[in-house]
């Protein structure tokens, strides 16, 4: 059954204590058949945010479930702990179930529940703009909001559940392998293609908030951003940038933007390069355990990227070397480019997909007869992978599935250093770096 037309007048009463209406010009509000996208402007305007009425004429309202309060806490289970996925600077996200018990009609499936933190520092902005943006885009590599739920002072999001957690877990998992070189520029590749969808809008999305804990894997190790409360609307017409007060995460914001709070496309593609620098070495932006000169990833990788040489000598030891030379080269330059002081001169997100589908198809990674990858004790018996699994590797190809290798932690463990309430664009305060340390 499709889903219900819904008008966001008659369910979200409460939401939205909008006094006079906002005229019509200056909302541009998204009619059905229109191809505008709703803009986010209009959400951080505090003398006229979005009306209920203005928002049930869009195609949001027609994307997406409406769920009460009472329906979210019984399919988790009353948001219990065994059910906990992660969580960051929003609040708390559970795993649950829906059914055509839940909505008749509804397709079977397993859901994920974001819940605002009442006590945190984010709110009705970021969750407003999550909905606005995942209630109108959809994207094979942007996760699918499903639905939402608003009652009072509560705020939830419900998305589809993606089975392998986040990167920052896959990529540095404390008693597991790491994993293979293949399926990082997998990763990369989605993720890339998510980033150039958004930036090739025809109002382009700034995500501003581009990391591993972010980047969200389905079972195949599909990639698929999340996590769209601090995105932003792009530069328009002859603007070159827009200016914001800086929010995002250290190690992962462009040094421009930190330093003027000037806003661009080329801010997500350093924060990729960011990325891209983590998947090579299999370091973390920032890590306070690491010597001195090495705890900020970038001023310490970058200048191994350029000379093909020295690459070697960051590349991440638990690949074993089984990765294609040409492949890693081709990564570094991307990531030197993508970490350029200069926006100007680095890649378009399009350019970077296009690299890393390129060393998708090569097929150099050395041989060997294959790689044992251990799996991580379950916390969850449906999550239990049953059987040891492999990576064949048959003359220097990779060949079969990446399979079940990890389990996600789900480890209650709140992300740190996520600023939000940051200084005006002026300000040249440096942040203490606690971002990423565990
Ligand atoms: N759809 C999902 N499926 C599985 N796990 C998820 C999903 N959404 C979020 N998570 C887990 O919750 C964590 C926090 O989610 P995120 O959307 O980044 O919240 P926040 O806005 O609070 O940072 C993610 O890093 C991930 O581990
Ligand atoms: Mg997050």
Not at 5 to 21: A, D, E, G, M, R
Not at 102 to 112: D, S
Not at 124 to 147: F, N
Not at 420 to 425: D, E, T
Request: aromatic share 8%; proline share 5%; hydrophobic share 35%.
């Amino acid at each position: 059954m499709a889903i219900k037309n819904i008008t966001w007048k008659s369910y979200l009463p409460t939401c939205f204590k909008v006094k006079c209406l906002p005229s019509e010009s200056r909302l541009r509000v998204l009619k059905q058949d229109s191809i505008q996208r709703l803009s986010l402007a209009d959400i951080s305007d505090p003398g006229s945010p979005l009306s209920a009425s203005d928002l049930s004429n869009s195609v949001i309202a027609s994307n997406l479930h409406i769920f009460t309060l009472a329906e979210l806490k019984e399919i988790t289970n009353d948001f219990s702990s065994s059910n906990f996925l992660g969580e960051g600077g929003f609040g708390p996200v559970h795993k649950g179930f829906i059914d055509d018990k839940c909505r008749p009609g509804m397709e079977a499936q397993p859901v994920a529940v974001k819940l605002l933190d009442l006590d945190g520092t984010q709110g009705h902005r970021e969750w407003m703009t999550e909905v606005v943006l995942l209630g109108q885009l959809r994207h094979p590599h942007l996760v699918k909001l499903i639905g939402y739920c608003c009652e009072d002072e509560h705020r939830l999001l419900v998305y589809e559940y993606m089975a392998r957690g986040n990167l920052q877990n896959q990529l540095f998992p404390r008693y597991t392998s790491s994993l293979p070189w293949l399926t990082r520029i997998k990763i990369a590749s989605g993720a890339a293609k998510g980033l150039a969808f958004l930036h090739g809008e025809e109002k382009p999305v700034i995500y501003r908030d581009f990391k591993t804990s972010n980047i969200l894997l389905d079972s195949d190790y599909t990639a698929k951003l999340s996590d769209f409360g601090l995105a932003k609307d792009g530069p328009e017409g002859n603007e070159t940038h827009v200016s914001t007060r800086v929010m995002g995460t250290h190690g992962y914001a462009a040094p421009e933007y930190v330093m003027t709070g000037h806003l661009t496309t080329m801010n997500d593609v350093y924060s990729f390069g960011v990325v891209l620098l983590e998947l090579l070495t299999g370091k973390r932006a920032l890590d306070k355990s690491r010597p001195a000169r090495e705890q900020n990833l970038v001023k310490w990788a970058r200048p191994f990227l350029k000379d093909p040489h020295k690459l070697d000598r960051i590349m991440d030891p638990r690949l074993e070397g089984q990765y294609s030379m040409e492949g890693a080269k081709k990564v570094a330059s991307l990531a030197f480019q993508c970490l350029s002081h200069n926006p100007k001169s680095r890649p378009t997100m399009n350019n970077a997909v296009k690299i890393l589908e390129l060393v998708l198809n090569l097929n150099d990674i050395p041989v060997s007869s294959f790689v044992y990858i251990a799996p991580m004790e379950c916390k969850r018996k449906e999550d239990d992978p049953k059987a040891i699994q492999y990576e064949e590797i048959n003359e220097g190809k990779l060949k079969g599935n990446v399979n079940q290798i990890h389990q996600e932690k789900g480890e209650r463990k709140k992300e740190k250093g996520y600023y939000r309430h940051m200084h005006q664009p002026s300000s040249r305060a440096v942040y203490s770096d606690t971002a990423c340390s565990v």
